[in-house]
């Protein structure tokens, strides 16, 4: 037989918990927000009621109580690039453990400035304490600046807005580590597949790629331009198989390097023996592609949560909580990259 319930069934209550436990719904609500104002036995009781009866505390109704919302608020570009995804988890795993929601503004690819500030308002009147800007785009404005101004805001990208971010991957310094470790293989030059130009760390690889070859003396042949997606980079291979002297290319996105190694095996071209690839991200799928891919490391749920953890400290004024986890690119060597033909 099943338990008798109530005429009305309806979640407990903090009246329910305060009956309970024998004390006020004032000593339930300071308790439940973890003011240290409460005698230990007492704090005791209520949290024992708390698990009995199963309560939960309603955020509506604690954030009208606290004058707190205790969310964050996320600005993204809509995309299915797995860099974004992987951001997110970040955040929200930070977010939680310090008693924080998330609420998501997505912006489209290749939007407007005013799109951004528009995603930036509608979390504010959503009532976000603080916005995380992870978005690929300089927005070095005095609209975006007056808002962080009011607003407590960081970015989980380097860029000018925000130049001294601790949180950010350095993305000259994956283009360097691809490069250099190519020309250390005994490659002449290495070229390069591009992303999309929309996105400020398309431009960043770009220019160390081009600055490190400069540097060893080499003249860059000219950019291949693609979007971060296996398609382009499908293109990118074909158009790269058809240049006999190619030996060594830096594809700047996981995604993109399946599509060219596709075209290049094609094309009779072999992954390494005829041509390197290093590229960038290290998905999940890295380590299991034909043959595996050499692949700078963004460490992109570190990131996310490194972002919220700063956020959260500007929120509550005081320094990041806890050890902040290291974005230092990270060179993962595996099979596709070899020395070239030549001087194997």
Do not use: C
Not at 64 to 86: C, E, K, N, P
Not at 89 to 118: K, M, P
Not at 160 to 166: E, K, N, Q, T
Not at 258 to 264: Q, V
């Amino acid at each position: 037989m099943s338990p008798r319930r109530h005429q009305v069934d309806r979640s407990p209550s903090q009246v329910d918990v305060a009956k309970l436990a024998g004390v006020s719904t004032q000593t339930v609500s300071r308790v439940m927000s973890g003011q240290d104002s409460v005698r230990p036995d007492t704090a005791r009781r209520v949290l024992a009621a708390v698990d009995e009866l199963g309560y939960r505390v309603h955020a509506a109704a604690a954030s009208l109580a606290s004058g707190r919302t205790r969310v964050l608020g996320v600005i993204v570009v809509s995309t299915d690039r797995y860099s974004s995804a992987a951001l997110g988890v970040g955040i929200q795993q930070a977010a939680a453990a310090n008693g924080y929601t998330v609420s998501t503004a997505a912006v489209a690819d290749h939007a407007s400035a005013e799109a951004f500030l528009d995603a930036f308002d509608r979390l504010e009147r959503q009532g976000a304490e603080g916005i995380i800007l992870g978005i690929p785009v300089e927005l070095e404005t005095p609209a975006m600046r007056a808002r962080m101004e009011r607003t407590p805001a960081t970015r989980s990208e380097r860029t000018s807005l925000d130049g001294d971010a601790p949180l950010a991957v350095d993305q000259h310094a994956i283009a360097r580590l691809a490069v250099e470790h190519l020309l250390d293989l005994g490659h002449k030059t290495v070229w390069h597949v591009s992303g999309d130009d929309y996105w400020t760390e398309t431009q960043q690889r770009s220019e160390a790629w081009e600055q490190t070859l400069r540097d060893r003396g080499i003249v860059p042949p000219p950019v291949i331009p693609a979007d971060w997606t296996p398609e382009s980079g499908y293109r990118a291979g074909r158009t790269i198989a058809a240049i006999p002297e190619v030996t060594a290319v830096f594809v700047s996105s996981d995604e993109m390097a399946f599509g060219l190694i596709r075209a290049l095996h094609e094309a009779g071209r072999n992954v390494p023996e005829d041509v390197s690839v290093v590229s960038v991200d290290d998905i999940a799928l890295a380590a299991y592609a034909s043959p595996a891919l050499t692949t700078v490391r963004q460490p992109f749920e570190d990131m996310g949560r490194a972002a919220a953890l700063r956020l959260i400290a500007q929120i509550e004024g005081h320094e990041a909580i806890g050890e902040m986890p290291s974005t230092d690119p990270q060179l993962i060597v595996r099979a596709s990259t070899a020395p070239p033909p030549a001087v194997s």
